[in-house]
């Protein structure tokens, strides 16, 4: 039963454009949505969160949307550029119930490739 | 200077043999926890601890036994290697607070491959 879920296992996308990648999710209790970054044979490297009460996040590049109502969300990458070739993985949080600990479950990932 | 460090970063062993793998964090977080990454690439949790004690236990066998000596560090033990326990394995740690995403910090992962 997969709660998280990247549908497109891979996108190309031109130097300069905008790149977005898709999330869709089923827990409506789900605190917060994450998005990782991973490079080959290194650890998913944390990028941009956003909070179940929000709609829009954005860091420099990078901006997330969540539309609760589809339980849908995205990343938006503009402009791309080559660095921001990896693989990216859409993750749900949860807070348990001590509060010191946040369960992540995460999607199976796409894969962006930037080409010149 | 290494945030969330992992050893060996590489683990080829035979089944039935028993091995571990390490995890270090100098983040200050204190909640720690083991990913595994299986052959679909799909990142599961398998435990986490809070100073040293244990917070979520996911459905994984009884040959994995999480130690967390302190809260900066946080081994995997795994007994009686089996063939499907070849996978990547992240150690990961976090600072859940109030109003935060608790997002978690990675290692860079330890292959392990059982022949």
């Known amino acids: 039963d997969q709660q998280v879920k990247q549908n497109s296992p891979s996108l190309s996308v031109q130097e300069g454009r905008i790149s977005i990648l898709n999330c869709d999710y089923t827990n409506s209790m789900f605190d917060y949505f994450l998005w990782y970054k991973k490079y080959p044979a290194e650890g998913p490297t944390f990028l941009i969160s956003i909070s179940s009460i929000k709609d829009k996040n954005e860091d420099g590049r990078f901006t997330v949307f969540l539309n609760k109502s589809a339980k849908h969300l ?8 080559p660095g921001d070739s990896a693989v990216y993985f859409c993750a749900a949080s949860a807070i348990g119930n001590t509060g010191t600990a946040s369960k992540l479950t995460f999607g199976t990932g796409t894969r962006l490739q930037v080409t010149l | 200077d290494t945030a969330v460090s992992q050893t060996p970063k590489y683990l080829v062993t035979q089944m039935g043999n028993d091995k571990s793998i390490k995890c270090e964090q100098n983040l200050g977080h204190d909640t720690m926890y083991w990913y595994k990454q299986d052959s679909k690439k799909f990142l599961k949790i398998m435990f ?68």
């Open chain 1, 74 to 81: 995205s990343l938006h990458i503009v402009p791309s550029q």
């Open chain 2, 48 to 115: 986490s601890y809070n100073n040293k004690e244990l917070i979520i236990n996911e459905t994984v066998p009884n040959r994995f036994s999480p130690k967390s000596p302190d809260k900066a560090h946080l081994n995997l033990h795994i007994n009686s290697l089996e063939l499907g326990d070849s996978a990547v394995y992240f150690c990961a740690s976090s600072q859940v607070l109030t109003g935060t995403s608790g997002e978690q910090y990675f290692g860079p992962g330890t292959r392990l491959t059982v022949t």
